[in-house]
């Protein structure tokens, strides 16, 4: 049973006053102490779903004891490796994550088809230094934990759980010096019966992304679920759920969009179990028009798990009846020609699983063979999805 310590109190985790104690420390801004290792680790109070909850900080995940239910596995065998201290560094005394963005959050002029399309390995010119779009939602949904999935969690997690944590995730990073929650826009769901507070409070977080006249235009991020795509007079528009406007793309945008995307998209369309996500960065004209400039898009199962292609589909499928926690690795800034943890188990063994595609090249297999070898401490299983069906679970 984890301990926690809040102030000078120490709580277990099932503790009946917890919730009590939580309450305080949340509004009076103080910092839970996660006591898996000595010194304790320090961690945030989130509020999800009306309840408050006791987080891991960004990249405290190894500070934490292995068999810690906050334990992270080693950095290095997905995307984000590359990415820390370079892209994402940690405010020591805040404790927040600082972004350096491959993207702008500003608009003076039309920008050119080339440039309008948020991730691709061509266009990312410095993989370890900047965070692309693609980078940055792969972030969010880290931190958020929403990589994370055991059994017990089945039926609980929704868009309402999938908004709070990414939110939640945003106030602890900061981007050009001020908090990514205040750029940030994550639709809420929509209930009829709270129509008029709902709308308030959407139009009160878009006020940044509002058209001023003249200067440069501020962008903001957006992240949602996408619904449909419909033609328009000039382009076409993307409408997401849970919002009453759509986001509008230009003709040549939107060719480049499904030329980058079309396996996600293929995915997404072969089964109605699984969502679209949409992360962009758009500005709202004078007539309240939202347009996209930059946009990437992941397709993630039933229960948000990110996935990049059947096979990796079929083995969350296979671990999500598991009583064990498992940790979908994410590629963030990373070509597709190189390889990544597709899932690791942290607990009870550690165990590092790679689902190698048909045709992987020598250069690929070497990529593995290295990770591997780097990683001594974590049994290896692999699936090489071209010499066959998927191995046996371990």
């Known amino acids: 049973m984890r301990q926690f310590a809040i102030g000078d109190w120490t709580f277990e985790?099932?503790?009946?006053?917890?919730?009590?104690?939580?309450?305080?420390?949340?509004?009076?801004?103080?910092?839970?102490?996660?006591?898996c290792r000595v010194p304790s680790v320090p961690m945030y109070i989130a509020r999800l779903d009306g309840q408050l909850l006791i987080k891991r900080?960004?990249?405290?995940?190894?500070?934490?004891?292995?068999?810690?239910?906050?334990?992270?596995?080693?950095?290095?065998?997905?995307?984000?490796?590359?990415?820390?201290?370079n892209a994402i560094q940690i405010d020591e005394a805040s404790g927040s994550a600082v972004l350096k963005l491959d993207f702008s959050l500003s608009k003076?002029?039309?920008r050119t088809a080339a440039?309008?399309?948020?991730?691709?390995?061509?266009?990312?010119?410095?993989?370890?230094?900047?965070?692309?779009?693609?980078?940055m939602l792969h972030y969010l949904w880290d931190v958020g934990e929403l990589?994370?999935?055991?059994?017990?969690?089945?039926?609980?997690?929704?868009?309402?759980?999938?908004?709070s944590s990414l939110m939640n995730a945003a106030r602890q990073m900061t981007v050009r010096g001020g908090s990514l929650s205040d750029v940030l826009f994550v639709p809420e769901?929509?209930?009829?019966?709270?129509?008029?507070?709902?709308?308030?409070?959407?139009?009160?977080?878009?006020?940044?992304?509002?058209?001023?006249?003249?200067?440069?235009?501020?962008?903001?991020?957006?992240?949602?679920?996408?619904?449909?795509?419909?033609?328009?007079?000039?382009?076409?528009?993307?409408?997401?759920?849970?919002?009453?406007?759509?986001?509008?793309?230009?003709?040549?945008?939107?060719?480049?969009?499904?030329?980058?995307?079309?396996?996600?998209?293929?995915?997404?369309?072969?089964?109605?179990?699984?969502?679209?996500?949409?992360?962009?960065?758009?500005?709202?004209?004078?007539?309240?028009?939202?347009?996209?400039?930059?946009?990437?898009?992941?397709v993630v199962n039933e229960n948000w798990i990110p996935f990049e292609s059947v096979?990796?589909?079929?083995?969350?499928?296979?671990?999500?009846?598991?009583?064990?926690?498992?940790?979908?690795?994410?590629?963030?800034?990373?070509?597709?020609?190189?390889?990544?943890a597709t899932v690791t188990l942290p607990h009870p063994a550690a165990v590092a699983m790679f689902v190698v595609p048909a045709g992987a090249d020598a250069d690929y297999e070497k990529a593995l063979t290295d990770m591997i070898e780097a990683r001594a401490e974590m049994r290896p299983w692999i699936w090489r999805v071209g010499d066959g069906d998927m191995p046996q679970l371990p």
């Not at 999500?320 to 020609?337: A, I, Q």
Request: aromatic share 6%; with cysteine; proline share 5%.
């Open 189 to 298: 769901i929509f209930r009829q019966d709270d129509k008029d507070r709902i709308e308030a409070q959407r139009a009160a977080a878009l006020a940044g992304a509002q058209s001023a006249g003249s200067g440069p235009r501020k962008l903001m991020v957006a992240v949602a679920e996408v619904k449909e795509f419909a033609a328009a007079r000039d382009g076409h528009k993307i409408v997401v759920r849970h919002l009453p406007f759509p986001f509008m793309v230009e003709q040549s945008t939107w060719k480049r969009l499904n030329e980058r995307y079309h396996t996600e998209l293929d995915l997404w369309r072969s089964d109605e179990t699984l969502h679209l996500i949409l992360i962009t960065t758009f500005g709202l004209s004078g007539a309240g028009i939202a347009s996209v400039d930059q946009v990437a898009m992941m």
């Open 108 to 110: 003076r002029g039309p």
């Open 311 to 340: 096979h990796e589909q079929r083995l969350l499928a296979r671990l999500s009846g598991l009583n064990r926690k498992s940790v979908k690795g994410l590629r963030f800034n990373l070509p597709r020609e190189q390889p990544i």
């Open 57 to 85: 900080m960004p990249l405290s995940g190894r500070d934490h004891d292995p068999a810690c239910p906050s334990h992270e596995p080693p950095y290095d065998l997905s995307g984000l490796g590359p990415l820390i201290g």
């Open 147 to 163: 990589t994370e999935w055991t059994s017990l969690w089945a039926r609980k997690r929704g868009w309402g759980r999938v908004r």
């Open 115 to 135: 440039a309008s399309l948020g991730e691709t390995s061509e266009t990312v010119r410095n993989e370890t230094k900047k965070l692309s779009l693609l980078g």
């Open 13 to 35: 985790e099932d503790a009946a006053e917890l919730q009590t104690a939580l309450q305080d420390a949340y509004e009076r801004k103080l910092r839970a102490y996660c006591r």
